[in-house]
């Protein structure tokens, strides 16, 4: 064969590249409980379809006569998969190469261009200690850091999915990357991120802080949502991947993707009618109502360790994709402090992005009040919420199951766009809570009585026989009360009628802009 010479020497290298860092390395890395990068892709693709991009790249030496003699690969892989049967691509950090540093360069701008290019979904798989300063005598000159690679990443946000796995400690530009995403997740126990290490915070602090305190799951996931998920093991992490992946179309151009149903449309159960207790005073499973309306076992929950005031997540009804978010009463009683706003609004934009119908089962009590709500902006929060509520144009479905209060509770109604709202009659609503509102209005009049507490429940007892949900019916103020055993049927219909909505809308969104 002419070229059999060059042909060897192609598998020599491809065989030096699937060496990764070499056996020490790769043995050092599975002693922490992780996997090499390229188990973790074979676990993540659908079998056999993985097609890497650019094995060849990496630092070659070469002996006096110009031969080969020794190749380290650049410490990520790239390249094109099937995941669910749909086109993706992947890239994935290898810490066992100089500690996944060195993951930049036109390798990577080259997959970011592509997944914009050909519309595909983007997937980071991140382990990588981020830059190094070895580097700067590596090359003899240290380098003005340019954010080329971070504008391209935001350009995706409005374009693709773009999903991030923290596989290992990552820090500096791969712990931003991890961020830049419409969904993450990390995995407990060998997980941690942060802008700079433990020895990066010693220098500039004096703190001596170990990389778990710093930026494990506890300040990541539950303190900060920085992290939206956690997973116990990389297999969990990775199967969130493809079921994240799964509601989603692959660009904004596409229509989401339907699967075939296997629940009953026209189910009815009858646990509905007795799920919301008539005690206010009582809270409920708020995720029990979710099995009870959407179809069965298609819930997948973002971000459940944080903002807890509020449920959000991605479901299915009558096999078609829907956002879905329900009040918790068995947090703050449902009340949106800060953490569940913030977490609100990127999920509502996530959904306008990919045009997703919204489904709101509301029980809102209202924005958190109090001087540590205050502390930590509830009102800039807030106001953000109602802004970004207001401009979505996704097909929007409200259904109130029991209170509708302030001005958060004015978020369950969308002046534009396709927009359908039902309630319960467990229902109640208004600016202001009775119970609460009450001595605020007639101050005057309790004040003055010779048992101001029993005037206090006269007036309570008077305003609660208006509170009918009935009497706001009447006033066409609430547009239709349902048996709750029909809801299902509703949403159904509803999701059914806004496909032709959606195939109006797609396309990039124009407000608002997603953001990290």
Known sequence: MVWQPEIEELAHRRKLAEQMGGEENVAKHRARGKLPVRERIALLVDPGSFEEIGALTGTATYDADQ????????????????????????????????????????????????????????????????????HFEEIGRTYAISNVLGVQAGKLLGMVPVVAAVMGSVAGIPAVEACISHFSVMVKGTSQVFPG????????????????????????????????????????????????????????WEMPPRVEPTDDPERRDEELLSVIPRDKRKVYDPRAVLDHVLDRDSFFEIGALYGRARIIGLARVNGYPVGVMINNPRHQGGSMDTAAGQKVVRFLKLCDTFHLPMIYLADEPGFMVGPEAQKQGILRAGARLVHVTGRSQMPWLTVVIRQLYGVAGQLNLRPSGMYRRYAWPSGNWGSMHIQGGTYAAYRREIDNAPDPAAKLAEIEARLQRLASPFRTAEAFSIEDIIDPRDTRQKLVDFVEAAQRVIESQLGPTMVPVYEP
Do not use: H
Not at 69 to 75: I, L
Not at 123 to 130: F, K
């Open 197 to 252: 290490g433990p020895p990066v915070v010693k220098a500039a602090l004096g703190i001596d802080i170990t990389k778990e305190e710093l930026g494990d799951e506890r300040t990541q996931v539950r303190k900060g949502g920085v992290i939206d998920n956690l997973a116990d093991t990389e297999e969990e992490a990775l199967a969130m991947i493809r079921k994240f992946l799964s509601y989603l179309p692959s660009s904004v």
């Open 67 to 134: 031969q080969l003699e020794s190749f380290t690969p650049q410490a990520f892989v790239v390249g094109a998969c099937r995941l669910n049967g749909r086109r993706v691509l992947v890239n994935g950090g290898d810490f066992t190469i100089r500690g996944g540093s060195g993951g930049y360069g036109p390798k990577a701008t080259y997959l970011e261009e592509m997944a914009e290019q050909w519309r595909l979904p983007y997937v980071r798989l991140l382990d990588a200690s981020g830059g190094s300063v070895r």
